[in-house]
């Protein structure tokens, strides 16, 4: 018996000392964080506006004690990563759901914020991510994206006397053929032009590829659903369609051949090239065009030794041949909507919402909002002057109050993941000559199919 | 006195064990159960027999992998331990520097799987790109590319274990070899090669095991592009568990299978061991 | 050939001496790419900073602040340290147990042990995630016993090895001068086992410092080593920075190569004894 208490007392002295070396060497990031109402826990999506989200959870537990623990996941790893947090033992507290899909996979997570203030913050109400009577994912954001053009460059080559076409403003170019002429005849002129090639790299490295598989392959798909009867959106329509014709796949292939072939590089170099190197292209004037939205433009902002000025920055809409398309506007919409999570404890998720509530509507949230974040938030609580400033936000305000038809983002409807991946790894191949065009329709039409019989 | 010291297993021996039950022995048996399973959790399996295992088999991507996997071993294998060979023979000789020389060849084996890859991605893409292609142009590329990092990271370590194993030959018998006169290819085929078939043994092993489990580098070099074509089986099991919802037992049998073929490996290599050594 | 070893050969030492600067070119084109700027990475490797493309220490201050470098330095360490003490610390004692006890259960645990030498980090890599968050060890301190449990089956094989080839009349020794089997390990065993101990450390350090699933599956989220902080600068951002990545990739090999020069014996001695035993 002796022997025993001896044993056990050894084996405990063992184990503290062994917990106790590991906590004090490890310092105070040894343990988890306590639980309780202090801290809550949000899972970002958007990696280049990180830093912005951890300096407002610092700012904010200075002003209400509430730790807020801001957690990034790396492009294309969102759900991924919600999948993974979501079983930890601190499980995020607000999380982001990307439209009725991701609804319909995280509906058992997803608590209802029909009687919450954040929703009726929401300036329009159908715009929420709903099911029945409940309000799951209320939408934070409105972005639009279209061809960024650098208007200096455009004017010098509209003022070049042996300019082939007869263009000679940006007015004038509203349609995909025209478009095709200026930026052939600007390639044939890029030396005078002082350019690389009119379009920047389109970065089709793995993780950099969702300007192709997510946002231009929405153009295609929009036009597809739009075209189906009876659909209250294309949206909707997308998400009964077991299978797509991809009809209007050669659209999409005028416009990425345009890309390819008129560009800074090579089209077989392009497997190495990364977003951050196409924006950089364009801020440093190697280039007139990206395509890439009105979130980028930090991203122009910030590159040393910028050569654009800020009122040359324009946005222009995708033009990929499409009968009518004169009246098209820029693809405005939104893929983020906030939702919290209804298995943490009550306490958790009243901070979570009393967060989301403060940097919706106090001041200092929402200058947060505008100026750091640099969102156009789609909330009452905002006047007209707390709009974002920086010119591409002004773009897309500008657009939206065009006589034009937005393209919605009908990639809310899109499959899965998997189907985008599927989607560029072809784009890929293509541009590096090892798949035709046909093959690339195949897998498009394929991966569909397959995917949504998941 | 075995009773006595027996009696103090919950010092010596409990908290390893429970270290190893949880870290281990749970995980490992509930990895055998599921890949029986559908789940998502594993508190919601349900049992489907050996439908994972049919779909694992079906799954193009998988079967890519294996192909891929087993093409880069066989390759990198031969080309690490014959290079790492010769390196050792060309180290045992009186040379100035002889040191310096081991400690240059060896240190890459100290350097993480994912900075190797990224090291090895900016060198590969630069020489490329002088002639207009990258590494995701064609699997070709990502294979050799693997190839040459495998080489760049374990022909170091190797070479140390050969270098252990030539200067176990005994002096005498090489000095009377020589006097009968014998060329140099004998004395390598006659004397070094048997007396150092252990380090053999060994090389081939760790090598072997170290390329068919691969996946820091491959994860960092190519990330299976294009197309997943470049994927091993240990980041194609990763990515069916971790990249999409609803996969995860058809990943669980996968990595069963990967588990089977890597104990086969073993087992083969072992009972070659054996007999080699009921021989000698 | 290896008969000549009387006088030193001067074609021999070029043919290494290219071989030798082959072998550190690539870390050399790394360091030197670290000092250029970001856009001149990717397309133009082999080319020397200069002008335009000298950036001096930019890439190292924005890698540093972007990843937090630091901290993950730290977080590095201190799991290396102490998962490896702990390894050595319980593993030797776990080894020494199994040996010296002949029972069928001991013998049982022991091949159990040896079994999980064979296990692929994958075939687990999912269960052991779940099983960590189950009981609540998906934090550093948690990790540090998973650690011990999955790298438990080589250090036991290698301690137990070890300790077959220790005479047993030491230990009867200590048993006749009165003294309990915990002094018999401490004061006796665990200084005989200190070769063997040191391979063990140089092994288990190898794996831990440059592991990069199992801390991205177990804490990755929250807690970052270096590789994962590495990998994190593809696609974190949004987009890949290769500036700060050159820079990080040359502040990840440092201290690797600073441990290699001050411990290159005991590291190249153990790896050929934990190789040949193993």
């Not at chain 1, 497997?271 to 364009?282: I, L, T």
């Not at chain 2, 294996?66 to 294998?77: E, H, R």
């Not at chain 2, 068919?212 to 069916?240: C, E, H, R, V, Y």
């Not at chain 3, 002949?102 to 064979?118: P, Q």
Request: proline share 3%; glycine share 8%; net charge negative.
């Amino acid at each position: 018996m002796k022997m025993r208490n001896k044993m056990l007392s050894l084996l405990l002295i063992a184990a503290l000392v062994f917990v106790a070396a590991c906590s004090n060497n490890g310092g105070t990031k040894g343990g988890s964080t306590s639980g309780g109402a202090e801290s809550i826990y949000f899972l970002n999506f958007k990696p280049e506006i990180a830093e912005v989200y951890e300096q407002i959870a610092k700012d904010y537990e200075a002003e209400t004690g509430v730790k807020v623990k801001v957690v990034t996941a790396a492009a294309g790893t969102y759900e991924t990563r919600l999948k993974s947090e979501i079983a930890k033992s601190e499980p995020p507290t607000i999380f982001q759901i990307n439209g009725p899909i991701g609804y319909n996979a995280w509906k058992d997570y997803t608590l209802d914020l029909k009687d919450t203030k954040l929703y009726s913050y929401l300036s329009d109400k159908s715009l929420a991510v709903t099911e029945g009577d409940g309000v799951y994912g209320i939408p934070y954001v409105v972005e639009g994206y279209g061809i960024i053009y650098n208007n200096a460059i455009m004017e010098k080559y509209f003022a070049l006397p042996n300019k082939a076409t007869n263009v000679s403003s940006m007015e004038e170019v509203n349609n995909f053929d025209t478009l095709k002429a200026v930026v052939e005849d600007m390639q044939a002129n890029a030396e005078t032009l002082g350019i690389k090639g009119v379009f920047a790299s389109t970065s089709l490295s793995a993780g950099e590829q969702w300007r192709w598989q997510t946002h231009l392959a929405n153009l295609p798909l929009f036009y597809e659903f739009n075209d189906a009867e009876g659909y209250e959106s294309t949206v909707l329509a997308g998400l009964d369609a077991n299978e797509i014709q991809f009809t209007y796949g050669n659209n999409f292939k005028n416009i990425f051949d345009l890309y390819i072939n008129n560009s800074t590089v090579k089209p077989t170099l392009l497997g190495s090239k990364s977003v951050a190197d196409s924006m950089a292209e364009f801020a440093l004037g190697q280039a007139a065009m990206v395509q890439n939205g009105n979130w980028a433009w930090n991203e122009i902002a910030n590159v040393g030794g910028n050569v654009v000025n800020q009122e040359d920055i324009k946005f222009l809409p995708i033009y990929t041949g499409v009968a009518g398309e004169e009246k098209q506007g820029l693809a405005i919409g939104t893929e983020n909507y906030l939702a919290i999570n209804n298995k943490v404890s009550e306490a958790k998720q009243q901070a979570s919402i009393a967060f989301l509530e403060w940097l919706f509507s106090s001041d200092k949230g929402k200058a947060y909002v505008t100026n750091d974040l640099g969102f156009i938030a789609p909330f009452n609580t905002f006047t007209e002057d707390e709009k974002p400033a920086d010119p591409l936000a002004a773009e897309v305000l500008n657009w939206m109050n065009k006589d034009t038809i937005a393209i919605a983002w009908t990639f809310a409807a899109f499959p899965s993941e998997d189907f985008k991946n599927d989607f560029g790894d072809a784009l890929l191949e293509y541009a590096q000559g090892t798949k035709t065009w046909d093959e690339v329709k195949t897998i498009v039409v394929e991966s569909w199919k397959k995917e949504k019989a998941k | 006195m075995q009773k006595m010291i027996k009696k103090y297993f919950a010092l010596f021996a409990l908290p390893t064990l429970l270290a190893f039950i949880v870290a281990f022995v749970v995980p490992f048996v509930l990895g055998i159960y599921l890949s029986f399973t559908e789940f998502t959790t594993v508190t919601d399996a349900k049992w489907i027999g050996l439908s994972n295992y049919v779909k694992a088999f079906q799954d193009q991507d998988f079967v890519n992998a294996l192909w891929f996997t087993a093409k880069f071993t066989i390759v990198s294998v031969i080309s690490i331990n014959v290079l790492a060979f010769l390196l050792a023979l060309l180290l045992t000789q009186k040379v100035l520097g002889r040191n310096v020389f081991r400690t240059v060849f060896f240190m890459p084996n100290l350097i993480g799987g994912i900075v190797l890859g990224y090291i090895w991605q900016l060198m590969i893409n630069g020489v490329l790109y002088q002639f207009e292609v990258t590494l995701t142009s064609s699997a070709k590329y990502g294979f050799w590319g693997l190839v040459i990092l495998m080489n760049w990271q374990l022909i170091g370590y190797m070479m140390v274990i050969y270098i252990a194993g030539i200067q176990n030959v005994p002096k005498e018998q090489l000095e009377a070899a020589k006097i009968d006169g014998a060329s140099n290819g004998i004395i390598l085929r006659k004397i070094i090669l048997p007396l150092v078939m252990p380090s053999i043994t060994i090389c081939l092993f760790l090598t072997i095991s170290n390329s068919f489990k691969l996946f820091d580098q491959n994860l960092a070099l190519t990330a299976g592009a294009p197309s997943k074509q470049t994927a091993m089986l240990a980041l194609d099991i990763f990515n069916t568990f971790y990249s999409k919802a609803g996969f995860e037992g058809g990943g669980q049998a996968k990595a069963v299978m990967f588990f089977v073929m890597v104990a086969l490996i073993v087992v083969v290599q072992l009972g070659i061991t054996r007999r080699r050594e009921i021989e000698s | 050939m290896l008969g000549d070893s009387q006088k030193s050969r001067p074609l021999l030492f070029l043919l290494l001496l290219v071989l030798a600067i082959a072998f550190l070119l690539p870390i050399f084109i790394v360091f030197m790419n670290s000092f250029k700027g970001k856009f001149f990475i990717s397309d133009e490797p082999f080319v020397f900073p200069g002008g335009d493309t000298f950036v001096g220490l930019e890439n190292y201050t924005s890698g540093i602040q972007k990843i937090g470098f630091f901290s993950a330095f730290g977080m590095s360490l201190f799991i290396t340290v102490f998962s490896v003490a702990a390894i050595v610390f319980f593993t030797s004692m776990t080894g020494w147990y199994l040996t010296r006890v002949k029972t069928k259960w001991s013998s049982a645990l022991f091949f159990m042990f040896v079994f999980s030498m064979v296990v692929p980090f994958q075939m687990v890599m999912f269960t052991m995630t779940q099983t960590a968050n189950v009981v609540g060890l998906d934090n550093p301190v948690g990790l540090l016993v998973i650690y011990l449990g999955f790298g438990s089956g080589l250090s036991v094989f290698l301690f137990s090895g070890f300790v077959k080839s220790v005479p047993l009349e030491i230990e009867e020794a200590v048993m006749i001068d009165g003294g309990s089997p915990i002094d018999m390990f401490f004061k006796v065993i665990l200084p005989i086992l200190k070769p063997i101990a040191i391979t063990v450390a140089i092994l288990n350090v190898m794996w831990v410092w440059n592991d990069y699933l199992l801390p991205y599956l177990v804490i990755g989220t929250e807690y970052q080593t270096i590789p994962i902080a590495v990998q994190y600068l593809k696609g974190g951002y949004g987009s890949i920075d290769m500036g700060a990545m050159m820079a990080m990739l040359v502040l990840a090999i440092i201290p690797i190569v600073l441990f290699y020069l001050f411990c290159q014996k005991y590291i190249i001695e153990g790896v050929v004894a934990g190789a040949v035993k193993g």
